[in-house]
Nanobody, 125 residues
Framework: VQLQASGGGLVQAGGSLRVSCVAS????????MGWFRQAPGKEREFVAA???????YYAGSVKGRFTISRDNAKNTVYLQMNSLKPEETAVYYC????????????????????WGQGTQVTVSS
């Protein structure tokens, strides 16, 4: 599956932003879709993931502020980010992995085999 992320930009601290990821390929529905982020000089970290049936899994740091969703008819996954913090400035990547039961495995960057190009999110203080 090929992935194309978009929607990044500049937002003030406390603001909101929604990023999107469009997938190509007939088997979109069979994948778990995830969002990761990577700040300069830091490792790529898990943000959120969602299955075809809308089961979700979040990093603790974003739970309650970020919402992941998907529209299988549009082959699109979204990440709604609220109450953004300056330290969340990063390139946000969408990724796809084969289906597995919801859990910690969804946060494992090495279990994702398709990646989008990333979209920059900058949160100003």
């Amino acid at each position: 599956v090929q992935l194309q992320a978009s929607g990044g930009g500049l937002v003030q601290a406390g603001g909101s932003l929604r990023v999107s990821c469009v997938a190509s390929g007939r088997t979109f529905g069979s994948y778990v879709m995830g969002w990761f982020r990577q700040a300069p000089g830091k490792e790529r970290e898990f943000v959120a993931a969602i299955s075809w049936s809308a089961s979700t899994y979040y990093a603790g740091s974003v739970k309650g502020r970020f919402t992941i969703s998907r529209d299988n008819a549009k082959n699109t996954v979204y990440l709604q980010m609220n109450s953004l913090k300056p330290e969340e400035t990063a390139v946000y990547y969408c990724a796809a992995r084969p289906w597995s039961k919801p859990g910690a495995g969804w946060a494992n960057v090495y279990e994702y085999d398709s990646w989008g190009q990333g979209t920059q999110v900058t949160v100003s203080s």
